[in-house]
């Protein structure tokens, strides 16, 4: 068996963050979207998996926004999005350091 690739445990919830708390260039994989605390949440978290944030994918805050940090860009596959802290904080990952991305 190679241990060059290991696929990484998005399920352990006991070591995902907020992407929110993603330092800027720092690869992570979603783990999984918080449960939606009442229907507006609900309809923003369903936004966010039809847009692409689904457990497994590859995630990478690019950019922050200056003053207050807000929004972030954040780059998923091959495309960029703008997103506000409070919707990304709907987006739980798992920090994998070797994943460093700039274009990826």
Same mark, same amino acid.
Do not use: N, Q, S, W
């Given at each position: 068996m190679s241990t060059d690739f290991q696929k990484p445990d998005v399920n352990n919830h006991g070591l995902d963050m907020g992407l929110d708390e993603l330092p800027r260039l720092v690869g992570a994989r979603v783990a999984r979207l918080v449960d939606a605390a009442d229907a507006d949440e609900r309809e923003l978290v369903l936004r966010l998996l039809e847009i692409g944030f689904l457990p497994g994918e590859r995630v990478c805050v690019i950019a922050q926004g200056f003053p207050a940090h807000d929004p972030? =860009?954040? $780059?998923?596959?091959?495309?960029?999005? =703008?997103? $506000?802290?409070?919707?990304?904080?709907?987006i739980r990952v798992v920090p994998e350091p070797t994943l460093a991305r700039g274009a990826e």
């Open positions: 972030l =860009a954040v $780059r998923i596959g091959h495309t960029t999005f =703008a997103l $506000r802290r409070y919707e990304a904080a709907l």
